[in-house]
T-cell receptor, first 110, second 113 residues
Framework: DAKTTQPPSMDCAEGRAANLPCNHSTISGNEYVYWYRQIHSQGPQYIIHGLKNNETNEMASLIITEDRKSSTLILPHATLRDTAVYYCIVRASQGGKLIFGQGTELSVKP | DVKVTQSSRYLVKRTGEKVFLECVQDMDHENMFWYRQDPGLGLRLIYFSYDVKMKEKGDIPEGYSVSREKKERFSLILESASTNQTSMYLC????????????FGDGTRLSIL
């Protein structure tokens, strides 16, 4: 699995867009970018994943650069309930164990 | 939506007891996983299963066993609970399709006294 780098923490005002970056400069051609989040004392929650095209679902948007060396998770209108640790994972399949790095602790403030 | 249900959110047991943690998923997923999560150590894989009656050891299987008699259910067993098994236990499932994500339950916070 390719190594990922995320900022340790970020703040965002409630109602504003939260943009969470992830660097994955060693990503291989068959590796996907996955985003999960973990709210305190709960299990990790899958958010979105993509290979090379931008993706959007009801929770978020995923923007992957053309060279695929970095990506950004966008929460379009952050709420207090989006306060969590966000993890970016790069891997070719989800069949084996997941390795969560340190992630980004997002604090959404009123 | 995928639903992974773990039988208990909180559990307190005594040293030496045999402990059963149950996990059920409703998406007909082939793959199921058991992790534990501890502060500073991240997620560690205990066991996983790719099909009914199949099991594979993860990184830290010692002191644990698993059972997968039905496709939707994956049980984790602590044969003789010890205090160092106090942890958050997380169950996950995923489709056999290689790029599909793992989906997690809410976790069981287990305390061994």
């Amino acid at each position: 699995d390719a190594k990922t780098t995320q900022p340790p923490s970020m703040d965002c005002a409630e109602g504003r867009a939260a943009n969470l970056p992830c660097n994955h400069s060693t990503i291989s051609g068959n590796e996907y970018v996955y985003w999960y989040r973990q709210i305190h004392s709960q299990g990790p929650q899958y958010i979105i994943h993509g290979l090379k095209n931008n993706e959007t679902n009801e929770m978020a948007s995923l923007i992957i650069t053309e060279d695929r060396k970095s990506s950004t998770l966008i929460l379009p209108h952050a709420t207090l309930r989006d306060t969590a640790v966000y993890y970016c994972i790069v891997r070719a399949s989800q069949g084996g164990k997941l390795i969560f790095g340190q992630g980004t602790e997002l604090s959404v403030k009123p | 939506d995928v639903k992974v249900t773990q039988s208990s959110r909180y559990l307190v047991k005594r040293t030496g007891e045999k402990v059963f943690l149950e996990c059920v998923q409703d998406m007909d997923h082939e793959n199921m996983f058991w992790y534990r999560q501890d502060p500073g150590l991240g997620l560690r894989l205990i066991y996983f299963s790719y099909d009914v009656k199949m099991k594979e050891k993860g990184d830290i299987p010692e002191g644990y066993s698993v059972s997968r008699e039905k496709k939707e259910r994956f049980s984790l067993i602590l044969e003789s609970a010890s205090t160092n098994q106090t942890s958050m236990y997380l169950c996950a499932s995923s489709s056999r399709q290689t790029n599909q994500p793992q989906h997690f339950g809410d976790g069981t916070r287990l305390s061994i006294l």
